[in-house]
């Protein structure tokens, strides 16, 4: 009879008859009988035995193949934990590297840089996904953006304002203002492959303005106007939004130069008892609740038939504003993007 070949069993097997082995020579049994009882050759039996005098139990299991976690990267774990950090806390113009984003081509370069290390693209990419790192769309935001008043607005002016409006039963409400145009159309069409969609637009732009406010509590005001924004079209809409007004108005714009120039600064000291306005840190708009509204009002009129006249431009975009108008549950859903999070 052939002796078993331990290879041909699983791994749990091997380790039981090794353990078999060693439980039948502790019991007396010679190498020959020991191997007659487990079908192991007397060599195979011997070598157990042999494993076992020198490093005990923990022998007799199978050592697991392969390389172990780490062994063979290029970069030590404290390169790559530093690497990371670079990466999360800078941007590569910060670090005066001639990339706007972190590709992998862009944190190949910064390696070779830190550490003389070249390790190529496709390499980068399974490092970059192991440390838990995807390609993804990045936010827009100023340069001019101060990141400290933006988290004293978050942390200090936001919640002051709140509490005060709490306290003084004021609503909130967010303005922002958006233009339209004729000629803007917006996402894709199928066509056969290679045939490019045609869409035919006026010659003739026309536009508008839209100014407009938004309350976490599902509300929106909104006025279509022609041109520019000045004092005399944002007091009059503001105006408006206080004549109804069953309690004081608390307004956040942004720090648009007209929002608090001299008209208005004039007309709001003469209505403090019913409106104050209050102003979101320069180059924000992402903090302002109501560019979800202006990314909806745009989404939403110019993925409809393009308008050939301003009075179908106008239309258009008052009827989608009427119907936004009507499902408050639409307006706050605009608080849960993430940047206006907090006003929600």
């Known amino acids: 009879m052939e002796p078993t070949d331990m290879r041909s069993l699983s791994r749990e097997a091997r380790h039981e008859r090794r353990v078999q082995v060693i439980r039948l020579r502790a019991a007396g049994y010679r190498y020959d009988d020991i191997a007659a009882q487990t079908g192991l050759s007397r060599t195979g039996v011997f070598d157990i035995c042999k494993r076992f005098a020198e490093g005990g139990a923990g022998k007799l299991r199978d050592r697991i193949g392969g390389r172990r976690t780490g062994e063979g990267r290029l970069l030590s774990a404290e390169q790559e934990r530093e690497i990371r950090k670079l990466i999360c806390d800078k941007t590569p113009d910060q670090l005066k590297m001639a990339y706007a984003l972190w590709t992998r081509g862009a944190v190949a370069d910064l390696i070779e840089r830190q550490f003389g290390i070249r390790v190529p693209v496709r390499t980068m990419g399974t490092y970059l996904a192991r440390w838990g790192f995807s390609p993804q769309k990045p936010l ?205």
């Open 140 to 344: 827009r935001r100023a340069y001019e953006q101060s990141p400290a008043a933006v988290k004293k607005w978050l942390e200090k002016d936001y919640p002051v304002i709140a509490a005060r409006a709490r306290f003084e039963g004021a609503e909130m409400h967010w303005g922002d203002e958006t233009g339209l145009r004729s000629d803007d159309v917006r996402g894709r069409s199928y066509a056969p492959i290679g045939e490019t969609p045609v869409i035919r637009v006026n010659s003739k732009r026309e536009g508008l303005s839209v100014i407009s406010t938004v309350t976490n509590k599902g509300e929106m005001r909104w006025k279509i106007f022609e041109g520019a924004m000045n004092a005399d079209i944002l007091i009059d809409f503001i105006g408006r939004l206080i004549k109804n007004a069953a309690k004081k108005i608390f307004l956040i714009l942004d720090n648009l130069r007209v929002h608090h120039c001299k008209p208005v600064k004039a007309w709001l000291a003469k209505h403090t008892d019913q409106i104050e306005v209050f102003y979101l840190p320069s180059y924000s708009p992402e903090l302002n609740p109501d560019e979800m509204a202006n990314a909806d009002i745009k989404q939403a009129v110019t993925t409809r038939a393009p308008a050939r006249t301003k009075l179908q431009l106008v239309k258009a975009t008052a009827h989608h504003l009427r119907s936004v108008q009507k499902t408050p549950e639409r307006v706050r859903k605009y608080f849960e993007h993430g940047p206006v999070r907090y006003a929600a």
